[in-house]
Each structure stands twice: as C-alpha cells, then as structure tokens.
C-alpha cells in the first residue's frame, strides 16, 4: 500500500479517537457545570440585606408603643409635678396622675379630652382670683338627704371641716397628698379634734406656707 495512504488512515483514526475522547469528556464533566453558579448571596452580606429590607419597611423610627413622653403639670392639682405619658394620652391622664383636681381648681377651664404632646407644661387654672374668697366658689358638701337652704336663707360656708373631713377631703386640699391627709387624722386623733385651723400645723410636714394656702379653705367643726 502506498506510505501516503497509509498515513492518511492513521490520521483519520487518529481524529475519530480523538473526537470520541472530546465526547467522553463533555459526558464526564456534564453533571458538575450545572450548579457552578451561586443561588444565594453569603450569610453576612444576606443578613446586611434583610436588616436593610427592616429597616427601610419601618421608615428607620423607633416604635411609637416603646415612646415616653414627659409632661410637667402644676396649677390646681393635688400632687404637681413631672409624669410619664404615652404618645396619643389625653389630658385626663396626666390629671389623673396628678392626683386629681383640687378643691379651687376651675374644671371648666381645662379640656380633658385635648391630646398631650412632649415636654408639655400644663397649669389648671384656679376658679377665683387673688383677693376673691374661696369660700364663696367650693361647692358645699351636704348630708345624704339634707335640702339645699330655701331662697332668701343664709347659706353655711363651703369650706372642709378638718375635724369631720376623710383621707378623701383632705386630698383635695392643695399641696395635701394621701401621706399628709393620714397624719392630718392621725393628729386629730391625738388631739382630740383641731380647736382651730392654725393647730393643723401640728402635723407633721405642715408648715406655716402651706397652712397660708389651705387656712381659706378650711374650718372646724366639734373640737375637743
């Protein structure tokens, strides 16, 4: 056979073994190539995305339920002061907290149902001014039963008998709170009853400016 055909088959058999080879390769190596490529980011990188995605959804702010408020309240109340709020609280609330109203607060004065805000000053006005006489605005508390006084009769003065009065009363006196209301009849126990206004100040925590406040408010009744 002439050398030139010959070496023509051999470089055909040698291409066809190589094709056949180049195919077993792509065969064998097939299954691996398919999920070369990454499907989900790392656990750091996703976790800076997620707390991202939060905080992008909740506007970056601090949940208003966790809030506190401030609020300073003074004026007609029995216990001024600084108090908690939430957002959203209405004025009743920080009143409440303060112990209520007292006996000269004017309560028509004040919108109860007016939304607080931050760092809010309240003061409950009074229902007289400087120079009036409180005993002529208190309501007068009367007996289960007992009539109001007809026209044309005089009526009693609408002050506190601290020698009658309970813890209640008592706290409705500015600048009196449940611990002074209880040694206000701790003391009249003691003594018996108050002969007059001014012996209140033998109760501990009494000075003589509170007694100047609460002296136009109150009276005594069966002492000693």
Known sequence: MNPQKKQGILYYFLGVLLLLAAFGLIALFKGRWKDTNPTS????????????????????????????????????????????????????????????????????????????????????????SPGENPSDTLELKRAPGERSPSPGTSALPSLLDINSAGVEDLERLPGIGPVLARRILETRKELGGFKNPGEILKVPGIGSKRLETITPLITVGAGR
């Open 41 to 128: 980011v790392a656990g750091p990188a996703l976790s800076w995305r997620q707390e991202q995605r939060s905080a992008d959804a909740g506007g970056g702010k601090v949940s208003s339920e966790s809030e506190i408020w401030y609020v300073y309240i003074t004026g007609e109340v029995v216990r001024p002061g600084v108090y908690e709020v939430s957002p959203g609280d209405r004025m009743y609330l920080a009143v409440e907290k303060a112990g209520g109203f007292t006996l000269q607060a004017d309560t028509q004065g004040v919108n109860l149902a007016s939304p607080l805000q931050d760092a809010m000053h309240i003061k409950i006005p009074a229902r007289f």
